[in-house]
T-cell receptor, first 114, second 114 residues
Framework: EDQVTQSPEALRLQEGESSSLNCSYTVSGLRGLFWYRQDPGKGPEFLFTLYSAGEEKEKERLKATLTKKESFLHITAPKPEDSATYLCAVQARNSGGGADGLTFGKGTHLIIQP | DSGVTQTPKHLITATGQRVTLRCSPRSGDLSVYWYQQSLDQGLQFLIQYYNGEERAKGNILERFSAQQFPDLHSELNLSSLELGDSALYFC?????????????FGSGTRLTVV
């Protein structure tokens, strides 16, 4: 069974204080690892897809990296508007050669204080 | 606005009742996915349709069913509702069966069973 564990569950940072969020996963045949941002009462917003170990992607103050067992979301010099819940998800290859639905972690609730 | 439209936004109903949630995917997207988000379980994949056909199934209860119509909109039917079915239900869409660009989520339907 595919599993995704995110840590920490919650993180409070000062504005400008860089940090990393962790996503550990086990999956039978990784098709892709996804990062989403979710604001309260809204649907998840797509950030990145990573496909293979060693891959990195960046968007503004966010950088996602991938190894064979985990992914990190690095947040550099965060601003209050970066406050949100960050979700990690994996997609496995199914037996038919296609892709299953996403298996999500429970998220990291990030608060950036001014 | 993500381009994925879900109606209604809120729904309150009694135990034992049946409800239908509706989703219109982003223009051009052929796949529709349904997810359930509860406080204790996080986001759980329910079912995927691609161009009118069921493509993948997750943790969907037998009391729940879905379909995708020729105009590509989808409906999720929940019957014999229980208190534990109270949750946010999200629809997501993507251009194909899997996506290099992530899945675009709607803003969700909040279901409350009383």
């Amino acid at each position: 069974e595919d599993q995704v564990t995110q840590s920490p569950e919650a993180l409070r940072l000062q504005e400008g204080e860089s940090s990393s969020l962790n996503c550990s996963y086990t999956v039978s045949g990784l098709r892709g690892l996804f990062w989403y941002r979710q604001d309260p009462g809204k649907g998840p917003e797509f950030l990145f897809t990573l496909y293979s170990a060693g891959e990195e992607k960046e968007k503004e103050r966010l950088k996602a990296t991938l190894t064979k067992k985990e992914s990190f979301l690095h947040i550099t010099a965060p601003k209050p508007e970066d406050s949100a819940t960050y979700l990690c998800a994996v997609q496995a290859r199914n037996s038919g050669g296609g892709a299953d639905g996403l298996t999500f972690g429970k998220g990291t609730h990030l608060i950036i204080q001014p | 606005d993500s381009g994925v439209t879900q109606t209604p936004k809120h729904l309150i109903t009694a135990t034992g009742q049946r409800v239908t949630l509706r989703c219109s995917p982003r223009s051009g997207d052929l796949s529709v996915y349904w997810y359930q988000q509860s406080l204790d379980q996080g986001l759980q994949f329910l079912i995927q349709y691609y161009n009118g056909e069921e493509r993948a199934k997750g943790n969907i209860l037998e009391r729940f069913s879905a379909q995708q119509f020729p105009d590509l909109h989808s409906e999720l039917n929940l019957s014999s509702l229980e208190l534990g079915d109270s949750a946010l239900y999200f629809c997501a869409s993507s251009p194909s069966g899997g996506s290099n660009y992530g899945y675009t989520f709607g803003s969700g339907t909040r279901l409350t069973v009383v």
